[in-house]
């Protein structure tokens, strides 16, 4: 379910002035690339003249130029710019042109509007300031784009993990609409701990998950019970073919000493280790297990989102 938004759609450090880079984002098939200057660039990933992907080609100047035939498409509008071998009475004509998106970046992701309408003026991801220790990674995931907003919130645990950290089942408070996003927040304990998470009265660590309701990027905060940040990750989650999910992710450890916390945790963060790790694998029994709870919330909003951009064109 794709909605006209700022979608996330890659690293920035990914995307250069060499070698072009092809993503699937809201249900669009792109390529980027930057200039010398390091201006971001995002193109259709189809050449207008025989549909080859123009990640095949290669970046000349603002532009980029298709594997094939050698014509060359600029990165801003789109519009071909260099037909190679034509003659000096031939013009390039305007309706070889490729669909261009407007893109942006934000704390280290490269975000393309997708969909109709103006671009919003603010990016989703401009809420946060990045502070501490920087962990990135890529994966494609056998699991649809709904499924995997939809998982995030109610078995985060099935998708992802913090080092030393057991979350639970049991919620703090309902989902609440946050910014554009979902927030839940759920009780979390130490691996170290020797009582089964069930019989905890209080929980030491909260997990928050934030999901987005168009475009964006997941947000997923460890705290400490008094809400003090202990990891950040930024999820980019965008629908790829045949049922799949591409994930590209960011986040942060914030501090290495905290009160309780079991020694493996502490070395971990001495030695430097992620703090965090996304899953590239998915679990399907553990999927199937899962009661659908919260995310009920979340379709029934995107859903509402959709019906209101079709009203609206
Ligand atoms: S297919 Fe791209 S220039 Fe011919």
């Not at 390091?38 to 000349?60: I, M, N, T």
Request: with cysteine.
């Amino acid at each position: 379910m794709a909605t006209s938004s700022w979608w996330a759609s890659a690293l920035c450090e990914s995307v250069n002035n060499v070698k072009p880079l092809a993503v699937i984002c809201g249900g669009e098939e792109l390529v980027l690339f930057r200039n010398a200057e390091g201006q971001v660039f995002a193109l259709e990933d189809r050449c207008p003249h025989r549909r080859v992907p123009l990640s095949l080609g290669c970046v000349v100047g603002s532009g980029l130029q298709c594997g094939y035939h050698g014509w060359t498409f600029d990165g801003a509008s789109g519009a071909c710019t260099v037909i190679p071998n034509l003659s000096a009475s031939e013009r390039v004509p305007q309706r070889h042109a490729a669909r261009a998106f407007m893109a942006k970046e934000s704390n280290g992701f490269v975000h393309v509007w997708v969909g109709d309408g103006e671009p919003g003026a603010t990016l989703p991801s401009a809420d946060y300031s990045p502070t501490g220790r920087e962990y990135t990674g890529s994966a494609v995931v056998s699991m649809t784009h709904d499924e995997y907003l939809a998982v995030m919130l109610d078995g985060p645990n099935c998708l992802l993990s913090f080092d030393a950290v057991q979350m639970t089942d049991f919620f703090l408070g309902d989902p609440q609409l946050v910014n554009d996003r979902l927030v839940l927040d759920r009780g979390a304990v130490w691996s170290s701990q020797i009582l089964p998470s069930q019989f905890v009265a209080d929980y030491p660590l909260i997990v928050r998950t934030a999901v987005p309701l168009r475009g964006g990027t997941i947000r997923v905060d460890l705290l400490s019970q008094d809400e003090t940040p202990l990891s950040t990750l930024f999820i980019s989650a965008s629908a790829n073919r045949r049922g799949t999910t591409s994930l590209c992710w960011r986040g942060f450890q914030h501090t290495t000493s905290m009160a309780g916390a079991p020694l493996r945790w502490r070395a971990s963060r001495t030695a430097g280790r992620a703090p965090f790790s996304v899953n590239a694998t998915i679990n399907g029994s553990a999927i199937a297990a899962l009661l659908v709870a919260p995310s009920r919330d979340l379709h029934e909003l995107r859903q509402q989102i959709v019906v209101e951009q079709r009203l609206a064109v």
